[in-house]
C-alpha cells in the first residue's frame, strides 16, 4: 500500500461506518484502511482493507501503523454520553488513552493530519444555552463531557508543541438511516423513526421539551470534509469548532414526522438522560465555523424527516 493511506479507527460506528464510505469514494477503496475493536462485517469489509483494533492496545496499534503507513487518521472510537455515565472508568480510559496514542504517534511519525471528534457534551450547566459562543463557560457535568473537554485542550496542546495538524467539529447529536447509533443522548432522535415506520408510536426517554441541537449525517459528512480539506493556515480553531444543522425538541420532531406518517404517535418516559440532556446547550452559534471554512447546513427539521423516512421505507422493503 502507498504511503498515502487513511486510517479510521472506530469505524463501526454510527459516524465511521459512513465516513468509511465518503472516504473510500473519494480517494479509492485500497486507500481507506477501516478498523474497529470488533471485526467490520458487510459492504466495508467486502469494499477495502479492514483491521481489527482496539486503540487500548498500543502494540497492535505500531503494528497497523508500520503496516499502512498512514498519512491521515480519522480516530473517532469513544464510548458516548449515555454508555460513559454507566461505565465511567472505561469511559475515561478509552477516550483519553486512545486519543493519546493517536496523538503520539501523529506526532513520532509522519502522519499530516489527524481527525478527532469531540461533542456539544463538552458544555454544562453554567454555558449560555442559547446559541452557545464558540468560546464561552464550559463546565461539563458528564464523563463524556470531560473527556471530550480534556481532548479538546490536548489536541490544541499538540498543535502548538508538536506541530500536530488536528482538527475537530463539537458534534451536536447526528442522525443518520445508514447506521444505528450507539449510547448516546441523542439517539432518540435515530430511534424515532425506526419506531414511526415499525410500530407507528414511539416512547421518548427525554421530556417532549427538551431542545437540543442536532446534525442530519449528509451535513455532518460534508463538515467533516470541508474542515480536513481546508488548507491548514484557514484553521484557527485548534480545540475543536462550533457547528450546526438545526435544534428540535422531541414534541416537534415527532409534528415533522406526523406530516408524513399521520398516525403517529409519541408518549414520554424521561430517565437518567434527561438531566445529561439538561446540562446541554439548546442551540449553537457556529459562526467561526462558517468564517474560517465556509460551513454552511443544507438540512433543517422536516427535509431531514422526509429524506429520514424515505429512505427507510427503501430499505425495509429491501429486506422484507
Ligand atoms: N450524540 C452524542 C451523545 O448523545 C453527543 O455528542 O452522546
Known amino acids: 500500500m502507498s504511503t498515502d493511506s487513511i486510517l479510521i479507527i472506530g469505524s463501526g460506528g454510527q459516524l465511521g461506518t459512513e465516513l468509511c464510505e465518503t472516504l473510500r469514494g473519494m480517494y479509492g477503496d485500497a486507500k481507506v484502511v477501516a478498523t474497529d475493536v ?18 487500548l492496545d498500543k502494540q497492535r496499534f505500531t503494528e497497523i501503523l508500520d503496516q499502512y503507513k498512514p498519512t491521515q487518521i480519522y480516530h473517532l472510537a469513544a464510548l458516548l454520553s449515555a454508555t460513559a455515565e454507566r461505565q465511567p472508568k472505561l469511559g475515561w480510559t478509552l477516550n483519553m488513552d486512545g486519543l493519546f496514542h493517536v496523538l503520539d504517534a501523529a506526532k513520532e511519525r509522519n502522519i499530516s493530519k489527524i481527525y478527532w471528534p469531540s461533542s456539544i457534551a463538552v458544555f454544562g450547566p453554567n454555558t449560555p444555552r442559547d446559541q452557545t459562543p464558540q468560546h464561552c463557560v464550559m463546565d461539563p457535568n458528564t ?3 470531560i473527556t471530550k473537554l480534556a481532548g479538546e485542550r ?13 482538527r475537530s467539529i ?25 419506531q414511526a415506520l415499525q410500530q407507528g408510536k414511539y416512547e421518548c426517554f427525554l421530556s417532549e421539551d427538551t431542545e437540543l441541537p442536532m446534525l442530519y449525517m449528509p451535513d455532518a459528512l460534508r463538515a467533516t470534509i470541508n474542515l480536513m480539506e481546508a488548507p491548514a493556515e484557514n484553521i484557527k480553531i485548534r480545540s475543536s469548532y462550533n ?6 425538541t422531541p414534541d416537534q420532531i415527532a409534528a ?32 467561526t465555523a462558517r468564517m474560517d471554512w465556509g460551513w454552511k447546513p443544507e438540512y433543517d427539521l422536516q427535509a431531514m424527516t422526509g429524506d429520514m423516512l424515505l429512505h427507510l421505507r427503501e430499505m425495509n422493503s429491501i429486506k422484507s
Request: glycine share 12%; proline share 7%; hydrophobic share 30%.
Open 243 to 248: 457547528v450546526a444543522g438545526m435544534s428540535f
Open 256 to 287: 415533522s414526522i406526523r406530516n408524513e406518517i399521520p398516525g403517529f404517535e409519541i408518549s414520554y418516559a424521561p430517565d437518567y438522560r434527561q438531566q445529561i440532556a439538561n446540562s446541554w446547550p439548546k442551540s449553537i452559534d457556529d459562526g
Open 38 to 55: 470488533r471485526p467490520l462485517t458487510g459492504s466495508i469489509a467486502e469494499s477495502g482493507p479492514t483491521e481489527v483494533l482496539d486503540i
Open 143 to 145: 464523563i463524556y463531557g
Open 154 to 166: 490536548y489536541c490544541e496542546y499538540y498543535f502548538e508543541k508538536h506541530g500536530v495538524d488536528v
Open 170 to 194: 463539537r458534534y451536536p447529536g447526528l442522525i443518520g438511516y445508514k447506521s444505528a447509533p450507539g449510547g448516546g443522548t441523542t439517539d432518540y432522535a435515530v430511534d424515532i423513526y425506526h
